[in-house]
């Protein structure tokens, strides 16, 4: 298939997905991005336009762990983001995928950030 009709296709599911999710301050949306070699995640209040946490693979602390985009690493930084979502004092996320289907480093992430104390 063709790259540039590949990525069309992709920002056309993520935005089908966005229509239907939407994060407020109360309940935040938590969107993960899984690329060939990191993940990103982060909690954002759609009303307000604003992020309110934010963890990657390239953070300092996770970057001496040597994180890369496995399934490992995704049950890590589930575990992390959790974590650091539970400090901001974020109890509940509406889970966004970004478009990639939900099994896999998707799935492994959203088990371990539910494990961590979020509810979905």
Same mark, same amino acid.
């Given at each position: 298939m @063709?790259?540039?009709r590949k990525a069309d296709l992709l920002q056309k599911r993520r935005w089908r997905i966005r229509k239907k999710v939407g994060g407020t301050a109360a309940r935040p949306r938590l969107s993960v991005r899984f690329t060939s070699?990191?993940?990103? =995640?982060q909690a954002i209040n759609d009303d307000a336009g604003t992020t309110l946490v934010f963890l990657s693979s390239l953070d300092a602390e996770l970057r001496q762990k040597k994180?890369? =985009?496995n399934l490992a690493s995704a049950k890590t930084l589930g575990l992390a983001f959790a974590a650091k979502a539970k400090a =901001?004092?974020? @109890?509940?996320?509406?889970?966004?995928?970004s478009g990639a289907p939900y099994h896999g480093k998707v799935k492994v992430f959203a088990d371990a950030a539910r494990e961590g104390g979020l509810a979905f």
């Amino acid at each position: 298939m @063709n790259t540039v009709r590949k990525a069309d296709l992709l920002q056309k599911r993520r935005w089908r997905i966005r229509k239907k999710v939407g994060g407020t301050a109360a309940r935040p949306r938590l969107s993960v991005r899984f690329t060939s070699k990191h993940v990103y =995640a982060q909690a954002i209040n759609d009303d307000a336009g604003t992020t309110l946490v934010f963890l990657s693979s390239l953070d300092a602390e996770l970057r001496q762990k040597k994180l890369q =985009a496995n399934l490992a690493s995704a049950k890590t930084l589930g575990l992390a983001f959790a974590a650091k979502a539970k400090a =901001a004092g974020i @109890n509940s996320v509406v889970f966004d995928r970004s478009g990639a289907p939900y099994h896999g480093k998707v799935k492994v992430f959203a088990d371990a950030a539910r494990e961590g104390g979020l509810a979905f």
